[in-house]
């Protein structure tokens, strides 16, 4: 089970903290100050449909079942996870 | 060309030095230091990345994670900024001058907030039940459920439906106190685990599974086997599913 290796995200996950998150620096020096939060919701809105197709198919191998069938119904888009 | 600076994160070291041609559109990722802290930076446009092309997005993305990923790997301690930081030019001074003041003003703090993350990592915890099969073991234990149930069957079929949408009622509240109550106890034990904790919103989940709870949790790397097997014991639990993610760089904890 993947709770004693190296436990793996998707791209959900990391979307979650890349594009809401990280070190702030103050505004003033900062491309469009205004614009900052508007990239974010614009990306999202982009990925959109991205995290749905991935948002169960990378999830973790405790049900490798789902995740095999998932897989078939995706068109084997859906990577493995390594471990 | 230069015009501005696109942030990855700030990390530990003195040097002026490169890390090869690895940036968004194969920019050269370099260090700014201050004193011995640095910035992890490339050059870029003064305005920032934007696209309408999903894969395009997701490169830049992944290439952003993958610089914080690299240099978290080989200084130990990084404070990673978001996708799409970037330090402009200011009047006369330029954007690495820009950067550098704002080292000078914040090394305490960045220093502080290094210190604090040494040898910890982020990992995301999301705990999922099923409400038909938590809900079906709750309803053995609520008498007033069974006695409602034993009544509608011998009721005519009017009645029965409404003693039923009763039961439903019923059944909603016990999942809903349950939920409270499994995730004030969950919380509580994660600290154990965890030095800190950020509460994250809960997401819409699919396939009748309901997200209870989704944690950021910062803890020692080394220790972090002990969380990992106090989850599997939950996610054995019928009816309980657990997503554990990480480790990430600290994007929470900044």
């Known amino acids: 089970m993947e709770f004693r290796g190296r436990p793996h995200g998707t791209l959900v996950d990391l979307l979650d903290r890349i594009l809401d998150k990280g070190l702030v620096i103050n505004a003033d020096v900062i491309i469009s100050v205004a614009g900052i939060p508007l990239i974010g919701i614009n990306l999202r809105a ?9 948002d169960h198919g990378l999830m973790l191998g405790w049900d490798q079942t789902m995740r095999e069938q998932e897989g078939e119904r995706r068109g084997n888009r859906v990577e493995a996870d390594a471990t | 060309m230069n015009a501005a600076r696109y942030l990855y994160c700030v990390t530990q070291g003195k040097k002026k030095m490169t890390f090869g041609k ?52 080989r200084r130990n301690t990084v404070l990673p900024f978001g996708f799409d930081t970037i330090v402009r030019s200011v009047q006369e001074k330029d954007a690495e001058d820009v950067l550098k003041e704002w080292m000078k003003d914040a090394y305490g703090i960045l220093t502080q907030k290094l ?32 006695k409602l149930s034993a009544e509608s069957n011998s009721r005519s079929q009017g009645i029965a439906y409404l003693l039923q949408q009763k039961a439903e009622n019923l059944m909603r509240k016990d ?30 989940s699919e396939e009748g599974r309901q997200m209870l709870i989704n944690l950021s949790c910062l803890c020692v790397r080394d220790r972090v086997k002990d969380l990992g097997d106090e989850l599997e014991r939950l996610n054995a639990q019928d009816g309980f599913f657990v997503r554990f993610t990480g480790p990430w760089p600290p994007y929470s904890f900044v």
């Open chain 2, 115 to 146: 210190a604090r993350l040494r040898e910890r990592a982020e990992y995301g915890v999301q705990v999922l039940w099923d409400p038909k099969i938590i809900g079906r073991r709750l309803a053995l234990g609520n008498e007033d459920l069974k």
């Open chain 1, 46 to 54: 982009v990925l959109a449909g991205m995290e749905t197709m991935i």
């Open chain 2, 22 to 73: 690895i940036g968004i559109d194969e920019k050269e990722v370099f260090t700014i230091p201050y004193k011995d802290l640095c910035s992890v930076v490339q050059d870029c446009p003064a305005q920032p990345y934007k696209s309408e092309n999903q894969e395009q997005v997701k490169s830049w993305i992944v290439i952003h994670e993958k610089v914080v990923e690299m240099v978290w790997k």
């Open chain 2, 175 to 204: 999942l809903e106190r349950e939920a409270e109550k499994f995730s004030r106890e969950f919380f509580l034990k994660m600290n154990k685990y965890a030095d800190e904790i950020n509460v994250e919103k809960t997401k819409k």
